[in-house]
């Protein structure tokens, strides 16, 4: 048994809007050594619905340390600020799934690229947000965003169902923001004790490949396997057995992503 670990262990619960502006900081970050994202469209909608209607999601775990770690993903296709060396950073050992889902619908800008889903007022369900949105079709984006939030509402006055469509979404911006995540963090573990941890929870609940396992497993501040093998690929781009070595990589998959993240 490994001894300290429990006592630099906390547990607490935080509101969506909370990890939104940490994460804007720069102060919640994912770690080079996790996976890409990999979730469809359908698994960030259910998710959704899932907070919509107060259904439990799972926690998030995270390892709250001074050391930077390269993070150069951040947070799906966003790049986020940087923070100082005095700043302790949260990196993200499992949840980044759902967390990547959580920043892109409802804290990314309007105005930025990257999944969005709105909330249609008349079929009452959630969908991926149209290039040209309806009226009654509710941009998530708009959640936390007051000026945005108002103008939809003003919109909302010139429709028949106006008084409904209004109910419907006080109910759904109140499930947002009342809806509050556990959060399991690890304070100042060191990286030898952070990689058994983040390699127990991947093989027993989402599936990594024998690749992906040997990323965790090996990383450390001076290596990134990663890297080496952007290396290896560049090299062999010349030579034309790019190609092939992707073929071969995709024969080898032995796991496919679950729904955990």
């Keep these: 048994m490994r001894t300290n670990v429990p006592s630099r262990i906390n547990t607490e619960t935080e509101l969506i809007s909370a990890l939104i502006t940490s994460i804007k900081k720069g102060e919640t970050k994912i770690p080079q050594f996790q996976r890409k994202f990999v979730w469809k469209p359908k698994q960030a909608i259910e998710l959704l619905d899932s907070i919509a209607n107060n259904y439990p999601v799972g926690s998030l775990l995270l390892w709250r340390t001074k050391d930077k770690l390269p993070a150069e993903r951040n947070i799906g296709e966003f ?8 700043t302790p950073t949260d990196y993200v050992l499992d949840g980044q799934q759902r967390l990547t889902v959580i920043y892109s619908c409802l804290g990314a800008s309007p105005e930025d690229g990257g999944f969005a889903v709105a909330y249609d007022l008349e079929a009452e369900r959630l969908l991926r947000l149209p290039d040209n949105p309806k009226v ?34 006080d109910a759904l911006i109140q499930a947002f923001t009342d809806y509050r995540i556990p959060l399991v963090t690890l304070k ?9 941890i983040f390699e127990r929870i991947n093989s027993s609940g989402t599936k990594l490949s024998t690749y992906d396992l040997m990323v965790a497993a090996t990383w450390n501040k001076d290596f990134d396997l990663n890297d080496e093998v952007d290396e290896i690929q560049e090299a062999l781009r010349p030579k034309g057995l790019l190609n092939q070595l992707k073929k071969v990589q995709n024969a080898r998959e032995v796991s496919q992503p679950t729904n955990n993240g």
């Design 136 to 169: 009654h079709q509710f941009p998530l984006r708009h959640m936390f965003n007051t000026t945005e939030m108002l103008n939809f509402r003003t919109a909302l006055q010139s429709l028949e169902q106006a008084e409904i469509y209004q109910s419907q979404l």
């Design 79 to 86: 790049c986020l600020p940087e923070t100082d060396d005095m």
């Design 188 to 196: 100042d573990l060191t990286v030898e004790e952070v990689c058994p």
